[in-house]
């Protein structure tokens, strides 16, 4: 049966107005040398922050040295691991965590599975080998496979295979992502191995008895293996496009013939059999004329056909090598008079080092206007999220409700207590019909309800939701649920305090709907609201101070709508000032400000902008 494809206009394009870019605009988000994935507030500011620069789709790292970066009930099984061992990353779901972020903010996420066939480095295979040797690449002297210090699996193992599969779908199965990346190790196997006992007997099975070749470069034993992990991709691609069209299957190889000389991956198959819906070969060189020459290279392995399928991955930070200004802007320079359509930096910390000079010289240099993914075909696949909060116009609040003086989305709460009935309910202008997750943003403390009682509105129907607000696990944006809602002004979420023990209180604060991919895949939405349409730096806005938890600097950014006064004044957790850090006029656009807490103890501070234009707030830890 074919699915319906749902067509929304949200607002015509006038004649001069600048139509929407087709650019990708990506970056690789680690957790090596980079804290971005250890807490939650790092993921929310980093993904206000890449919005603000106008990047629209990240890779996240999901597997990692033998472990994924997400609570995967396939490692729980197979070998008791269900995340990776790291104190910051337990009880958490930092893959959850980001693709909400991201996508409140229109960035696409698509997860990366960075480790591939390798199961570790330097560790002989790790927790994987120990329990399933067989699992092992060999070279022909038998010998675990071991190249640049990475251990390695057998690609062309069917286990192996179907090990990596169990991975990928799960993460497609369980998250509303956007696509599966493989790279460099994915698929991939040294040239040296092969000589698995495994893959052995299958290439026996398929030439006569015969063994394989005992020289490793042999033509034909590079074909016929290669071929295998070209096999693997093609069931890779048709397991995940089996959980919906819409994810897209990107591929970070080494460059060709390089990476198939020495990793059998067969890049130009892959482009040329349609394997890939985007192709970001790994373009790392550190100076100009050394990557517009591999740029110029990889192109002509290219079909004119397959141009519009190639990205730049370009390195922009690695250890202490941080790229060169003019060499970054002469790169993505070249890129356009070559007509490849954007590009993908590793890594995220490169655009955040020195200040944010990398990241702000490519969105005042080359992103200052927002620009549609070119693999969606002129679709908004990920409208951002519409967020109501609790003092604007459509929320209607029944009862006694009272501010309170702390830190909310934006930038307080209300909170009623158990007297008399109160309610509040949240009437939105949906934009379009779709299965939309219904979130509310969570302050949680040991005051408030454990019985919060939510009603999710579908046109006549209701589904009534209980939700915990005293638990501190259920911080910041909760998902609520999921439901359909029709085009046009409706009410989405109701809040009461009729099932609230005695003695506790109903807190509410802001409301977010946005779509659901995995329940609306063929909505398609063609064309922007005019205040998403343009890379708009004038608005008002405080970004979470970075980094957080500092010790004892931290950079503060805000932007100003118009030229007034402006004061930055810090506060203690008990609302007593603590410095006045800025109190003067200031011109409308980017600012940033460095606070130095040297003077200061460990603890909760909070920073408060004021401009005419209202004030805004955000909670600082400093931990010496």
């Not at 229109?106 to 560790?123: K, Q």
């Not at 038998?142 to 599969?165: C, H, I, R, S």
């Not at 190790?185 to 398929?206: F, H, N």
């Not at 609230?500 to 063609?526: Q, W």
Request: proline share 5%; net charge neutral; aromatic share 14%.
């Amino acid at each position: 049966m074919k699915k319906a494809v749902i067509i929304v206009l949200l607002l015509f394009w006038t004649n001069n107005y600048p139509q929407p870019l087709r650019e990708l605009r990506g970056v690789w988000i680690t957790n090596v040398d980079s804290y971005i994935l250890y807490s939650d507030k790092s993921i929310t500011d980093g993904m206000e922050y890449l919005s603000k620069i106008g990047i629209n789709v990240i890779f996240p790292v999901v597997w990692n040295k033998g472990y994924t970066l997400y609570p995967s009930q396939v490692m729980q099984e197979e070998f008791g691991a269900p995340i990776i061992p790291v104190a910051q990353f337990q009880n958490r779901d930092p893959l959850d965590r980001i693709i909400l972020e991201a996508h409140i903010h229109g960035i696409e996420v698509i997860p990366w599975f960075e480790f591939g066939f390798s199961p570790s480095y330097s560790l002989n295979g790790g927790h994987i080998l120990a329990k399933y040797p067989q699992w092992g690449a060999r070279d022909a002297t038998g010998n675990l496979v071991v190249k640049n210090g990475f251990d390695w699996m057998a690609g062309t193992n069917p286990e192996v295979q179907n090990f990596l599969l169990s991975l990928i779908t799960e993460v497609a199965d369980k998250y509303d992502i956007d696509g599966v990346q493989g790279d460099d190790r994915l698929p991939a196997m040294p040239s040296e191995g092969g000589y698995d006992s495994v893959t052995v007997e299958i290439y026996k099975a398929e030439n006569n008895g015969n063994s394989p070749p005992t020289h490793t470069y042999n033509a034909d034993w590079m074909r016929w293996r290669a071929n295998k992990l070209n096999d693997f991709f093609r069931r890779m691609r048709d397991s995940v496009k089996a959980r919906g069209e819409h994810l897209i299957i990107s591929s970070a190889p080494s460059v060709y013939p390089w990476g198939y000389q020495n990793y059998l991956q067969d890049n130009k198959s892959w482009v040329d059999s349609g394997i890939v819906d985007n192709y970001i070969p790994q373009l790392y060189r550190d100076n100009f004329a050394s990557y517009s020459n591999e740029v110029n290279t990889q192109l002509n392995y290219i079909s004119q056909g397959k141009r519009d399928i190639f990205f730049a991955g370009m390195l922009i930070k690695a250890g202490t090598y941080l790229a060169p200004i003019d060499y970054l802007i002469n790169g993505v320079s070249y890129n356009r008079t070559k007509n490849v359509k954007g590009e993908t930096y590793f890594f995220y910390e490169g655009l955040r080092a020195e200040n944010g000079i990398r990241g702000d010289t490519l969105s005042k240099r080359f992103y200052s206007q927002s620009a549609l993914l070119p693999y969606r075909n002129g679709n908004i696949f990920r409208p951002k999220a519409k967020i109501l909060n609790e003092e604007e116009t459509g929320v209607v609040r029944v009862g006694n409700w009272y501010q309170l003086p702390v830190v909310g989305y934006k930038p307080n709460i209300y909170r009623a207590s158990d007297s008399a009935y109160a309610s509040i309910t949240y009437n939105f202008q949906v934009p379009f019909s779709a299965w939309f997750s219904v979130y509310a943003y969570q302050v949680p403390n040991f005051i408030f309800t454990s019985s919060a009682r939510y009603l999710l509105y579908s046109g006549a129907d209701s589904t009534e939701v209980i939700f915990n607000q005293s638990d501190q696990k259920n911080s910041g944006w909760r998902k609520i649920g999921d439901v359909f809602l029709s085009e046009g002004y409706c009410p989405v979420l109701k809040l009461d305090n009729t099932l609230m023990e005695t003695g506790k209180y109903l807190l509410a604060d802001a409301v977010m709907i946005m779509i659901n991919r995995k329940l609306s895949p063929d909505v398609v939405v063609t064309s922007l609201d005019e205040k998403e349409a343009a890379a708009d730096v004038s608005d008002f806005e405080l970004l979470q101070n970075y980094p957080n938890p500092f010790n004892p600097i931290t950079k503060i950014d805000y932007s100003l709508p118009s030229r007034s006064r402006v004061s930055i004044v810090i506060y203690d957790i008990m609302g007593r000032e603590i410095e006045v850090i800025k109190d003067s006029e200031e011109m409308e656009g980017k600012h940033q400000i460095i606070f130095d807490g040297t003077h200061l103890s460990s603890g909760v501070y909070f920073c408060q902008i004021r401009h005419k234009a209202g004030s805004k707030v955000v909670k600082m830890v400093l931990m010496k």
